[in-house]
């Protein structure tokens, strides 16, 4: 099988799971360093298609092969990174404008501060609608629509 071929495999009776950790795919991680290069395949002679520069940038992986990962960004773009490049820290980007976040998870809450469009937030918790994110030194809680980085499905504590 050639790298570029690598196909989940399905855990009996369960989710689609990665041939290398068995844990679920896809799923999201985040961008441990400020820089990782993003390969053609998954080896370093493959070649450096681009480069993600956004520390703490969310991830999806969608294939594992080795010590690398294939991953996509919240534009459906990306390619193999080494794995030592990925944290599981849980991160989101913010998907609408002046988003406000919330003291509590409930529309007309209350709000703390605002977001600006694209900010990368730190996921403190999910339920099922409402996700607590914390970035610039605020807290809040803002509906998981307005979010890429966390499954519509997703429960985190």
């Known amino acids: 099988m050639r790298p570029t071929e690598v196909t989940p495999v399905a855990a009996p009776g369960g989710p689609v799971v990665g041939p290398e950790t068995n844990l679920p795919l896809p799923r999201f991680v985040s961008l441990k360093t400020s820089e990782a290069n993003v390969r053609r395949g998954p080896s370093l002679s493959h070649r450096i298609d681009w480069v993600f520069l956004r520390r703490d940038m969310p991830l999806q992986i969608v294939a594992e092969y080795g010590h690398w990962r294939r991953v996509v960004d919240r534009e ?82």
């Open 76 to 157: 459906g773009l990306g390619g193999w990174v080494h794995y030592s490049l990925l944290s599981g820290v849980r991160t989101v980007i913010v998907d609408r404008d002046m988003l406000p976040l919330l003291a509590r998870p409930e529309e007309g809450a209350p709000a703390a501060a605002q977001v600006q469009l694209g900010v990368v937030a730190r996921i403190e918790e999910c339920q099922p609608d409402w996700c607590r994110i914390a970035a610039g030194g605020y807290r809040g809680w803002v509906p998981k629509e307005a979010l890429w980085g966390v499954g519509a499905d997703e429960i985190l504590e």
